[in-house]
T-cell receptor, first 112, second 115 residues
Framework: GESVGLHLPTLSVQEGDNSIINCAYS??????FIWYKQESGKGPQFIID?????DKRQGQRVTVLLNKTVKHLSLQIAATQPGDSAVYFC???????????FGTGTRLTIIP | NAGVMQNPRHLVRRRGQEARLRCSPM?????VYWYRQLPEEGLKFMVY????????ESGMPKERFSAEFPKEGPSILRIQQVVRGDSAAYFC?????????????FGPGTRLTVL
């Protein structure tokens, strides 16, 4: 079921350390996954995406891992910086359906 | 290279009034999506439109809410007779084509407050 009105999961990481944010998705038919970053008062910002025929994809300082067996997605951020502090959402999409389904989100705080 | 634009950024309405939210997609994008976000929650899909067509409105409340994306001009999300429960952030996203794996790029959102 959905969590309504609950506080977001939080993760605090020391500046310069690596962080891992996890997401469990619900629909085994989903075949496209995206990570978004949302700063306070702003819209979601695209970070990285991955299709279901891949299990890993790397960007600049970010890596997304996909485990379809257990329906798990993770976002790794290397050498975190204060500007990485934000709420991170995973989103999933099914090929025949255009709408994105968002996860609950994780609030990442980088400690200077 | 302007991104998705939304206005107004903040909108205050009294119960019973109408709210009109506007979204201009990125240049070259013909697909628009509207999402709603309550505090401390993820975004929830409302409606997907292409020019002059509503493709999927499965997330739209059946009453008081409507959306359009005319041939010319921005997409409009319209909420009639607003109630306090309509208070939320409304985000618009656009993508260039109907390919499902095209990334959706989001605007800054409109924060609606109903008094």
């Amino acid at each position: 079921g959905e969590s309504v009105g609950l506080h977001l999961p939080t993760l605090s990481v020391q500046e310069g350390d690596n962080s891992i944010i996890n997401c469990a998705y619900s629909n085994s038919a989903s075949d496209y996954f995206i990570w978004y970053k949302q700063e306070s008062g702003k819209g979601p910002q695209f970070i990285i995406d991955i299709r279901s025929n891949m299990d890993k994809r790397q960007g600049q300082r970010v890596t997304v891992l996909l485990n379809k067996t257990v329906k798990h997605l993770s976002l790794q951020i290397a050498a975190t910086q204060p500007g990485d502090s934000a709420v991170y959402f995973c989103a999933e999409n099914i090929m025949t359906n255009e709408k994105l389904t968002f996860g609950t989100g994780t609030r990442l705080t980088i400690i200077p | 290279n302007a991104g998705v634009m939304q206005n107004p950024r903040h909108l205050v309405r009294r119960r019973g009034q109408e709210a009109r939210l506007r979204c201009s997609p990125m240049k070259g994008h013909s697909h628009v999506y509207w999402y709603r976000q309550l505090p401390e929650e993820g975004l929830k899909f409302m409606v997907y439109l292409q020019k002059e067509n509503i493709i999927d409105e499965s997330g739209m409340p059946k009453e008081r809410f409507s959306a359009e994306f005319p041939k010319e001009g921005p997409s409009i999300l319209r909420i009639q007779q607003v109630v306090r429960g309509d208070s939320a952030a409304y985000f618009c996203a656009s993508s260039p084509s109907e390919t499902s794996t095209d990334t959706q790029y989001f605007g800054p959102g409109t924060r609606l407050t109903v008094l």
